[in-house]
């Protein structure tokens, strides 16, 4: 195969991880220890008619995320194994397969493009968002030269969404907790 003989660097999966991809692997986790406190104290704070929108919207969601512990779980691993994969292909595999063949500026391009096409049409605003956020993950990906961060970051955000929404949905505070069962 053309591939063969390639190390696994090739790929970004350099281990030790390189200078470059542990400081991705640190902003990646700050940005998404940011989140995961925005969120909480965003959270915390909805009253009233905020707070009805908001479970509106997580009655909206219920088609797409997990209502049971045994989805819940399903999820999680398929969000690992989804989020790796998706970078593997299209930072990884792609990049690796464009770069020698249309240089890195035009490779950027049509990974990212190629990258929101995959993730569907679900309106011009979602279509758009996934091209840019991938030209961000592609140019991130050809800075540092890893995959790791970038794996953390798209294996993470839905695992974040998934909990907070089976917390919202169960009426579990932060921590796991059913308000009931914190007065026992």
Do not use: D
């Not at 997580?58 to 790796?84: D, H, N, R, W, Y």
């Not at 968002?129 to 993470?156: D, E, R």
């Not at 974040?160 to 059913?178: D, E, V, W």
């Amino acid at each position: 195969m053309w591939w063969s003989g390639r190390p696994a660097a090739a790929l970004g999966l350099e281990l030790p991880i390189s200078r470059a991809g542990a400081w991705g692997v640190i902003l990646a986790s700050l940005l998404l220890a940011a989140i995961r406190v925005g969120s909480w104290l965003w959270e915390r704070n909805l009253q009233g008619e905020k707070l009805a929108q908001y479970q509106a919207k997580v009655e909206q969601a219920s088609t797409t995320m997990p209502q049971t512990q045994q989805e819940l779980k399903a999820f999680l691993l398929l969000s690992v194994l989804i989020g790796c994969g998706w970078e593997l292909l299209y930072r990884g595999f792609l990049m690796m397969l464009l770069i020698p063949a249309t240089g890195t500026a035009s490779a950027v391009a049509l990974a990212a493009i190629a990258y929101g096409a995959a993730h569907g049409y679900r309106g011009r605003g979602q279509f758009i968002a996934s091209i840019l956020s991938a030209f961000l993950f592609t140019i991130g990906y050809v800075a540092t030269g890893s995959l790791w961060w970038l794996m953390l970051l798209h294996t993470l955000l839905p695992v974040y969404s998934a909990l907070r929404y089976y917390r919202q949905k169960h009426g579990m505070n932060a921590t796991g907790i059913a308000p009931a069962a914190e007065s026992a």
